[in-house]
């Protein structure tokens, strides 16, 4: 028998019984469907968190005074007793990098805020107009601190959303002076309310610039220096450079801690890439349903058509021309089933999209083929076992039933 | 040239502890071209022989030559090309497949034997003239009456031109008329050629054959041949029987419905 005959036989035999059909059809879709929609969540919540990461600058280099490695005794440990400061100077220093493409020092610490008659204790952070482009903010109104030389800060200040609200209750603050300690400054501009970001709250912060800062809090050391690598391939050649610059500024002695938050991301990462693949399983498992489904069905297929079977043989159709005109009709309603159901996943997944615009929910490619194959799989496997009964039926019994 | 010879054919079946002869020493030869009617009452063996005769059964000992080939030993897939390139089945339920036209069952045992859709179109319309049914192609089977729907299970069993046909009680299912006008389709093909084997327990139908046998409890009780064979005369093959037995070029009329009554529906 012509392999386009044999297809054509077993859609007219699918077709034939088309409740039947339409039942494990839809059994097979709902599998596949499943299997699309639970992967487009977990997947979404994977590249929810990447993107939230990314937002706070992927390619970040963190520099920290200090050595906090577990050292014990070393000769540079025992000459030194107490780190160099991490100046402005060797911030500056960093931007020759090749690799870097930004820098930011940070000096942080507490303050009051004095202005429209209200008073509040805050946090003050003193970087430069760099910062900006590295943390992504965006600006509500007026600008971020100005370009300028960094040892030479001018009297300006930039306030976070929730701090405009408390002092000037919403109204525009651009121009506006503030006490902070001892110093009076001009808002300059209001930063775009960004919520929580990883533990500390922009939107409560007063930036100033670094020098204002340091003679704010009478210090000369820097509390971050942030680092920007122009890609995520050049951040192991950052914070060797990094490393390497810092401790040949401060006389052949590593003080200072550069870690990277690749290597968070790389866990997070992991664990949601794990947490999807598990939920990618559970829903396997309504395929394997879905698939003794089909096994089921077929064997009715073969008990109701017994009768034609053994016609099919006194015609003279070999065993392996039944078996397979069995196997294609398992496999047509497997395939059906399998690309309704990714239909309605990937409808499920843009009703996901649309009310949670946020989040990401997109099928990946593996669980996508991986579904695909499975209902396949799983079809033409259960769909094995009656199109060999068929096959292996005697002629004489089966034209008897009728 | 004898086209069925069975030697010392014995057929058993196992029933719970009981054995059951189904078939013993059977020794019978068929010549190509002959009209032959397998009878005597339920449980004699009668289909069992026929089964064996259409390869849908193997003899638990003794040989079957088919056209001079021992076909007992032959693999279960070689003996599916010889029943559909060699044997012809007509049942009493007419067994056909619901789902599909006339022409589709016409066309089933050259679908199944991988002839390509063109040529298998071409034989079906010559098929369908044929037997009267140009008017039926796109029925199926529960639009068909029942005398139309034994022509369509007699043109599917002859499209592959066999060198034998067998029918199974092929007015079983039918009024007499019907019945009549099946009969008569049946004996014009046996004119053209076709050996016909023509199982029933119809005495009627059975005496219109050349040659009778007639079975009891597994054995072979009377064979009318011995008779015949001594003249061979008496019984003279009808006018348009040829000497190929493969070479069925039907003559259009003497296949289509002989009577306006013959459709029961």
């Known amino acids: 028998m012509r392999t386009a005959d044999v297809l054509r036989f077993a859609r007219d035999a699918a077709a034939g019984y088309p409740l039947r059909t339409a039942l494990s059809v839809l059994a097979m879709a709902i599998g596949v469907a499943a299997v699309v929609v639970l992967t487009s969540l977990g997947d979404g919540a994977r590249r929810y968190v990447v993107e939230q990461f990314s937002a706070l600058g992927s390619n970040l280099v963190i520099v920290l005074p200090g050595r906090s490695a577990t050292g014990g005794f070393s000769p540079a440990n025992a000459v030194t007793t107490t780190p160099r400061d991490l100046t402005v100077d060797d911030a500056a220093a960093l931007i020759r990098l090749p690799a870097v493409r930004r820098v930011a020092p940070v000096v942080a610490g507490n303050s009051e805020i004095n202005a429209n008659g209200r008073l509040r204790e805050t946090v003050v952070a003193g970087t430069v107009a760099s910062y900006r482009d590295i943390r992504s903010f965006k600006m509500a ?138 939920v990618a399983g559970i829903a396997a498992i309504s395929l394997a349903v879905a698939g003794i489904l089909v096994m089921n069905v077929m064997l009715v297929a073969v008990t109701q058509r017994t009768a034609e079977i053994g016609l099919l043989k006194a015609l003279g159709a070999r065993g392996a021309t039944i078996r397979d005109a069995f196997l294609a009709e398992a496999a047509m309603i497997s395939l059906a089933g399998a690309l309704t159901g990714y239909g309605l996943g990937l409808f499920g997944a843009f009703v996901l999209r649309q009310m949670y615009p946020v989040f990401p929910a997109y099928p990946p490619d593996w669980a996508v083929i991986a579904a695909l194959a499975t209902a396949l799989g799983t079809g033409l496997l259960f769909g094995i076992m009656p199109a060999r009964r068929a096959a292996r039926l005697d002629p004489v019994q089966a034209l008897m039933k009728h | ?182 009969i008569h389709l049946l004996e014009v093909l046996n004119q053209r050629g076709m050996t016909l084997i023509v199982v029933t327990h119809d005495p009627k139908i059975g005496t219109r054959a050349r040659r009778q046998l007639l079975m009891e409890d597994g054995e072979l009780r009377h064979d009318s041949a011995a008779v015949h064979l001594r003249s061979v005369d008496d019984n003279p093959p009808g006018p348009l029987s040829g000497k190929g037995g493969d070479d069925v070029s039907p003559a259009a009329p003497a296949l289509g419905e002989r009577s306006a009554p013959s459709s029961t529906a």
Do not use: C
């Open chain 1, 141 to 278: 109104q007026g600008t971020f601190l100005p370009e300028a030389d960094w040892n030479r800060g001018a009297l300006v200040a930039v306030i976070g959303a929730k701090i405009q609200e408390e002092i000037f209750a919403g109204r525009p603050a651009v121009g506006e002076l503030i006490r902070l300690g001892d110093r009076r400054l001009r808002i300059v501009g209001v930063l775009k309310s960004v919520g929580q970001g990883l533990g500390m709250n922009t939107d409560e912060l007063v930036f100033v610039p670094v020098s204002v800062a340091q003679s704010l809090f009478n210090t000369h050391t820097l509390f971050r220096v942030l680092v920007e690598a122009r890609s995520r391939d050049d951040l192991e050649a950052v914070k060797r450079e990094v490393t390497a610059l810092l401790k040949a500024r401060h006389g052949g002695e590593e003080d200072v801690t550069v870690i990277t938050q690749d290597a968070v991301l790389a866990t997070f990462d992991k664990l949601l890439r794990a947490l999807t693949a598990a």
């Open chain 2, 1 to 182: 040239m004898a086209v069925i010879e069975l030697a010392g054919i014995e057929r058993i079946f196992h029933l719970g502890d009981s054995v059951v002869h189904a078939l013993t020493h059977l020794d019978v030869g068929i010549e190509a071209g002959e009209y032959v009617a397998i009878m005597g009452p339920s449980g004699s063996g009668k289909s069992t022989l026929l089964n064996l005769l259409g390869l849908l059964d193997r003899p638990d000992a003794g040989s079957y030559r088919l056209e001079g080939r021992d076909v007992t030993t032959l693999s279960p897939d070689e003996q599916a090309a010889v029943r559909s390139q060699r044997i012809g089945f007509v049942f009493q339920s007419f067994h056909l497949v619901p789902r599909l036209t006339a022409a589709e069952n016409i066309g089933l045992p050259m679908m199944l034997a991988g002839i390509p859709a063109a040529e298998r179109a071409r034989r079906v319309t010559q098929a369908l003239k044929d037997f009267g049914l140009d008017q039926r192609a796109d029925h199926r089977p529960d639009q068909l009456s029942g005398g139309q729907r034994q022509r369509v299970a007699i043109a599917r069993a002859t499209i592959m031109q066999p060198a034998v046909l067998l029918a199974d009680e092929p007015t079983g299912n039918l009024d007499r008329a019907t019945g009549e006008d099946v």
